[in-house]
């Protein structure tokens, strides 16, 4: 073991395991290394091998030790804790100890987790513990909200994937949302953020073969595809979702500015500020990723195609455009 002087030291490598976390893993078998902090050596000790059987005294050792706040774990294993914490993700609002970049992958796999069981099942006995996850993701930008820029290397994605969009929409409607709003409202994002999430909660109505085509959708599948906008309607008032912020970022994210959108054809004004950026994220998200015979765009090549789409917001629009030229293109340059 190399020498370390504090316990404070020991956690720029090491994660300080709570009890929540440990007793997540099998009782006799953990999945990572154990490690606790010996004061009078002023180094960690191995206490438990990855996936090896402890005795009883071991177990109430780990215990002992976690109590104490003296059990760690090494963050080279940050993707089996991270994956733990995942489930419960209102921990990132109490533990000092966690990266910012683990922190950005807890809320991520905790959002996206969530949001797909409510795809499999759109129940409201799953609605409730995705709405309690992005209460978490809200609060936690809310302390800060440049913090949403960690989260924006996240949308380099490769397929689509309905829950995977949803999250990716979230991110980039609420870093268009602080960027848009001089004096940004609570209440106002928090509902936002929980419509630009389910915005395409409606395509768990939809027929999977159609949500996934990678060629071009017929006429018949078109109209069972766009039905999923109205059938998001219709699950967030089974929720008991009534928020306007809410509805308008489900029911207006395929309306567009000229009134050539769908389901109801808004046009200009009609269209809500929460609207405006769940149309803009929507989109943005869709250029990013293959689907319906429609290649994946670099994003340079989405951004070129936002700024020619005069279909779209374009105040919003010329916010995100400029906004993510700065931080993804010039700066590759």
């Known amino acids: ?16 395991i709570s009890m929540e976390i440990l007793q ?43 109590k104490q706040g003296i059990l760690f774990v ?8 991270v994956d733990l914490l995942a489930k419960q993700a209102e921990l990132v609002l109490f533990n000092s100890h966690l990266l910012e970049s683990e922190i950005v992958q807890i809320l991520f796999q905790a959002l996206e987790m969530r949001f797909n069981n409510l795809v499999e099942q759109p129940l409201e006995s799953y609605y409730e513990p995705l709405y309690k996850d992005v209460m978490v993701f809200c609060e936690y930008i809310w302390k800060d909200p440049k913090r949403i820029n960690a989260f924006l290397p996240k949308i380099a994605i490769d397929e689509f994937k309905v ?18 709003n001089k004096e940004p409202n609570r209440k106002n994002f928090e509902r936002l953020a929980l419509g630009l999430l389910l915005h395409n909660i409606g395509l768990s109505k939809v027929p999977v073969h159609i949500v996934y085509k990678t060629s071009p959708l017929n ?4 109209e069972k595809y766009q039905a999923h906008v109205r059938q998001g309607a219709v699950l967030l008032n089974k929720f008991g979702v009534s928020y306007p912020a809410t ?21 200009g004004n009609k269209i809500s500020e929460s609207g405006c950026i769940s149309i803009v994220a929507n989109v943005f998200v869709d250029l990013l990723a293959p689907r319906h ?36 293109i010039q700066k590759a340059k």
């Open 24 to 66: 997540s893993f099998p009782k006799y078998r953990p999945q990572v290394d154990l490690f606790v902090f010996k004061e009078d050596i002023a180094q960690l000790y191995p206490v438990a091998k990855k996936n090896a059987r402890l005795t009883n005294e071991t177990v109430d050792e780990l215990h002992e030790a976690c």
């Open 74 to 81: 090494s963050r080279s294993d940050q993707y089996i804790y």
């Open 219 to 222: 006429k018949e599948e078109a």
């Open 163 to 180: 829950s995977v969009h949803g999250v990716l929409s979230l991110i980039v409607g609420t870093w268009l949302y602080f960027a848009t």
């Open 293 to 328: 015979g429609v290649p994946k765009l670099t994003m340079s090549e989405a951004l070129t195609k936002l700024a020619k789409d005069n279909a779209l917001p374009a105040n919003v629009t010329a916010v995100l455009v400029k906004g993510f030229a700065e931080k993804f």
């Open 247 to 267: 509805l308008d970022a489900v029911v207006q994210h395929h309306e567009r500015i000229d009134g050539s959108g769908y389901p109801s054809k808004m046009a």
């Open 1 to 16: 073991m190399s020498n370390l002087k504090t316990k404070d030291s020991v956690c720029e490598e090491y994660y300080p």
